[in-house]
Antibody, heavy 116, light 106 residues
């Protein structure tokens, strides 16, 4: 079955970086783009960026430009999202989600806590 | 950036009720509008894509309509498992989500 399995929870200090992974299975990895969406406690879903898993092209939300890097490893069928210069406001659940115009398969989420 | 605004932000209803949630875009987005259901501690689940297309496996009591700036999600007869938070999302220009509508049991 189609699945996106994400890496485990992280606790980081302000100013640090975090890298979250998302391993895809059950479908052709390079046939579907991958988005990253986060949700801070009690807040709405927030789109961060996406990667064309075929050619590696990326597009990022202007809010995160300069702090976010999305990559993929096609041999490992895994996408990665790295966020740098973390601050307390980055405490959230980070999801990967498959799709282009709509997101039809989601990972369960990775909790990232930023605290000194 | 395109802003998405949902109404109401919360809603109380009973099993069997017909419920409608509205989503308005700050500019025309054609039919690039999707609806998701999210339960506490879970990932969002796609219900409707392209404004009115039902995602495979989603019960037919869910339906979507609209185009341009105004969209609706309708649940024809609420079931106990439908109590959740619903989000609209546009994909016309980049991507953005509404603030969510929390559907609670009356």
């Amino acid at each position: 079955q189609v699945q996106l399995e994400q890496s485990g929870a992280e606790v980081k200090k302000p100013g640090a970086s975090v890298k979250v992974s998302c391993k895809a299975s059950g479908y052709t990895f390079t046939s579907h783009a991958m988005h990253w969406v986060r949700q801070a406690p009690g807040q709405r879903l927030e789109w961060m960026g996406w990667i064309n898993t075929g050619n590696g092209n990326t597009k990022y939300s202007q809010k995160f430009q300069g702090r976010i890097t999305i990559t993929r490893d096609t041999s490992a069928t895994t996408a990665y999202m790295e966020l740098s210069s973390l601050r307390s406001e980055d405490t959230a659940v980070y999801h990967c989600a498959r799709g282009v115009d709509y997101m039809d398969v989601w990972g369960k989420g990775t909790t990232v806590i930023v605290s000194s | 950036d395109i802003q998405m605004t949902q109404s109401p932000s919360s809603l109380s209803a009973s099993v069997g009720d017909r419920v409608t949630i509205t989503c308005r875009a700050s500019q025309s987005i054609s039919s690039y509008l999707n609806w998701y259901q999210q339960k506490p501690g879970k990932a969002p689940k796609l219900l409707i894509y392209a404004a009115s297309s039902l995602q495979s496996g989603v019960p037919s009591r869910f339906s979507g309509s609209g185009s341009g700036t105004d969209f609706t999600l309708t649940i024809s007869s609420l079931q106990p498992e439908d109590f959740a938070t619903y989000y609209c999302q546009q994909s016309y220009s980049s991507y953005s989500f509404g603030q969510g509508t929390k559907l609670e049991i009356k």
